[in-house]
């Protein structure tokens, strides 16, 4: 039961929001993710860029549904998806991986970005690159780069490993150092998979009546890893 209940939670992970994204040097970025959560009154368009495991996905989505949340009709294409053209029915249209948009999806993004302008909706989009280095059409670039542009910072090792020590610290118990370390060198790093590891070994360690080692943590993960989740 123990090893199925674990399997569970490491194959998901929180929905992404803006309160567990972990800021780290994003602290800018986020407030105006925020403020737009609360207004459509200012920006029009908001790009954002890293590499992957940046985060970058995270906060698109995060935003999309805080402000869903508040009414706003929102869409998310991604990973090439051609996005929607027309805008009548959209408030927001999120647009990720923007970098490896095809032909088509890019004068589809550049009507929808047009027509959202014209009804004073937003486009937020995503990528890996700053505009003047993504290979999209002129007229597409020229239109990410219209409204606020930032580069979504990739956190350290040690900006994870103080996160993780603090949502440990939330959740009731120290975890050590060394337990810190292991975790960040035998898993995923992106932070929702960390977080996701480090809430399933505080229930197996609860579960298990164990303090919190290596010893425990290394076998959990070999036992999750029997089921497909390593």
């Known amino acids: 039961m123990i090893v199925k209940q674990l399997a569970f939670d490491l194959a998901r992970t929180a929905r992404p929001t803006l309160d567990n994204f972990v800021v780290g040097h994003n602290a800018e970025l986020v407030q105006h993710l925020?403020?737009?959560g609360g207004s459509l009154e200012h920006e029009r368009s908001i790009y954002i860029w890293g590499a992957r495991g940046s985060g970058r996905t995270h906060l698109l989505q995060a935003t999309l549904a805080s402000?869903?949340?508040?009414?706003w009709r929102v869409s998310y294409t991604a990973g090439g998806?051609?996005?929607p053209e027309r805008a009548d029915d959209i408030d927001v249209a999120?647009?990720?991986d923007v970098d490896v948009l095809s032909a088509a999806a890019q004068v589809a993004l550049f009507n929808l970005y047009n027509g959202l302008r014209e009804r004073g909706g937003v486009v937020l989009a995503a990528g890996n690159a700053p505009p003047a280095e993504l290979r999209l059409r002129a007229d597409v670039v020229t239109r990410l780069a219209w409204g606020l542009v930032y580069e979504v910072?990739?956190?350290t090792d040690d900006d994870k490993m103080h996160a993780l020590v603090q949502h440990a610290a939330a959740r009731g118990f120290e975890l050590p150092?060394?337990?810190t370390q292991y975790l960040l060198s035998?898993?995923?790093?992106?932070?929702?998979?960390l977080i996701a590891v480090l809430e399933a070994l505080d229930r197996y360690s609860l579960e298990t009546k164990r303090a919190v080692t290596v010893t425990l943590?290394?076998?959990m993960l070999l036992e999750t890893s029997m089921h497909g989740m390593e």
Do not use: F, I, K, S
Not at 67 to 71: D, H, K, N, V
Not at 186 to 193: C, F, G, P, S
């Open 177 to 179: 150092p060394d337990v």
């Open 67 to 71: 402000l869903e949340q508040r009414g």
């Open 153 to 155: 910072h990739a956190l």
């Open 186 to 193: 035998r898993v995923r790093r992106d932070m929702r998979t």
């Open 94 to 96: 999120g647009v990720d």
């Open 81 to 83: 998806a051609q996005p």
């Open 34 to 36: 925020r403020e737009l």
């Open 217 to 219: 943590a290394r076998e």
